[in-house]
Nanobody, 116 residues
């Protein structure tokens, strides 16, 4: 089992930046796939970015070139650097540790609000 705690959310003006952090309660080395999701009001939760142990990454088209996901195995941390933020990026952002194809752990979420 692993507990995840997100931090770094907040209120920022359009064009600004935020860095989200996800702290894991144990070593993340054995967890191959990490991801950030987001959920806006009355919308489905959507994948924003993912990273594998190999270092390969994937991004939603809407954030490509603006967001960067990274992991620090030594610190048991996963990050999401968000630049050039837009009002449509406003959502609750969740960290996910994908353990298998149909099982994983979620953090509690952190609110990101981008004002125009």
């Amino acid at each position: 089992q692993v507990q995840l705690v997100e931090s770094g959310g907040g209120l920022v003006q359009a064009g600004g930046s935020l860095r989200l952090s996800c702290a894991a309660s144990r070593s993340i080395r054995s967890i191959n796939h990490w991801a950030w999701y987001r959920q806006a009001p009355e919308m489905q939760r959507e994948l924003v970015a993912g990273i594998y142990s190999s270092g390969s990454t994937k991004y939603a088209d809407s954030v490509k070139g603006r967001f960067t996901i990274s992991r620090d195995n030594a610190k048991n941390m996963v990050y999401l650097q968000m630049n050039s933020l837009k009002p449509e990026d406003t959502a609750v952002y969740y960290c996910r540790a994908q353990i298998s194809a149909d099982f994983g752990y979620w953090g509690q979420g952190t609110q990101v609000t981008v004002s125009s």
